[in-house]
């Protein structure tokens, strides 16, 4: 049974920084690629930053030059470092496979606030 635990959230004040860890169970990280998603009070799932099974990173235009998503295959574990954050960056973060396979899949998530 797949499972995901997403940590490292909190409360910050716009400009801080949090890291983000997701670490899997029941599934090899290195066989996907992966990705960081939110969801904003009152939004739609967003994807953030997605990372191939080589490290190749992408990101959403919103958080370029801010974010930087990175993995370790070898512990099952993927991060998002997250730098210079704003109010609007306030959202549950999730992370999961980018396959269609896992569309309806959703961990419980890490809550991120970010105040002015």
């Known amino acids: 049974q797949v499972q995901l635990v997403e940590s490292g959230g909190g409360s910050v004040q716009a400009g801080g920084s949090l890291r983000l860890s997701c670490a899997g169970s029941?599934?090899?990280?290195?066989?996907?690629?992966m990705g960081w998603y939110r969801r904003g009070p009152g939004k739609t799932y967003e994807l953030v930053a997605t990372?191939?099974?080589?490290?190749?990173?992408s990101y959403t235009d919103s958080v370029k030059s801010r974010f930087t998503i990175s993995r370790d295959n070898a512990e099952n574990t993927v991060y998002l470092r997250m730098n210079n954050l704003k109010p609007e960056d306030t959202a549950v973060y999730y992370c999961?496979?980018?396959?269609?396979?896992?569309?309806?899949?959703w961990g419980q998530g890490t809550q991120v606030t970010v105040s002015s």
């Open positions: 999961k496979p980018t396959l269609p396979s896992f569309r309806a899949y």
């Open positions: 029941g599934i090899l990280f290195g066989n996907y690629e």
């Open positions: 990372i191939t099974s080589d490290g190749s990173a």
